[in-house]
């Protein structure tokens, strides 16, 4: 159980392009998704918190307008990144909290994005 | 806000033996005190995670303790594999659904068989 998924895996595109990445809690609904983004070898690093149906909280220094976070459902969530630069590329995650009072968190298998 | 701070950052240990990493937190408010484990190129897994109002949980060869006294907690690995290299990071949190987890800068563990 707890399966978190993210598609797509991998990513390649050119400067000022948009991608966007979804995620998907598989066996469960998830109230609260949250989105990191990791450097190599650093920790994670929190973009945003998104609840189901209304509008994402972001972190101090993420640009709300180039990173879009939509919660449309239970079980989805998307994150399109817009108008790429090389700068953009690095590791993007999410994770999901099934809610019922507990703040685990699942991980989905990461994005890698490549900005060229 | 909270913060947390993890140590060591890399660990190198034998086939068999043990590997302890420990990690503090500022936020006397944080309950919640979850580990994961990274391989390369992947999500992370939650491999055990712990509250305050327990001292000390265990789940096989591993285990995790906690302090709130001092503010401190700590993953234990025994018998350690070489499938048990990876990146292990330590977070915590106020408990209730939804709150964020701030995570711990990670140590990256080598079994050597």
């Known amino acids: 159980g707890a399966v978190v998924s993210q598609h797509p895996s991998r990513v390649i595109c050119k400067s000022g392009t948009s991608v966007k990445i979804e995620c998907r809690s598989l066996d469960f609904q998830a109230t609260t998704m949250f989105w990191y983004r990791q450097f190599p070898k650093q920790s994670l690093m929190l973009m945003a918190t998104?609840?189901?149906?209304?509008?994402?909280?972001?972190e101090q220094g993420v640009e709300k307008d180039k990173f879009l976070i939509n919660h449309a459902s239970l079980t989805l969530s998307t994150l399109t990144v817009t108008s790429a630069h090389p700068e953009d590329s690095s590791f993007y995650i999410c994770?999901?909290?099934?809610?019922?009072?507990?703040?685990?968190?699942?991980f989905g298998p990461g994005t890698r994005l490549t900005v060229l | 806000g909270e913060n947390v701070e993890q140590h060591p950052s890399t660990l190198s240990v034998q086939e068999g033996d043990s590997a302890v990493i420990k990690c503090t937190y500022s936020d006397s408010a944080s309950n919640y005190f979850p580990w994961y484990k990274q391989e390369l190129g992947k999500g992370p897994q939650l491999i055990i995670d712990i509250r305050s109002n327990v001292g000390e949980k265990k789940d096989q060869r591993i285990a995790v303790t906690l302090n709130k006294t001092a503010k401190h907690f700590s993953l234990h690995i025994t018998e350690t594999q070489p499938e048990d290299s990876a990146v292990y990071f330590c977070a915590a949190s106020r408990g209730a659904a939804g709150n964020k987890l701030t995570f711990g800068g990670g140590t990256r563990v080598l079994v050597k068989p």
């Open positions: 994770s999901a909290n099934p809610g019922g009072g507990y703040n685990e968190q699942f």
């Open positions: 998104s609840n189901e149906g209304s509008k994402a909280t972001y």
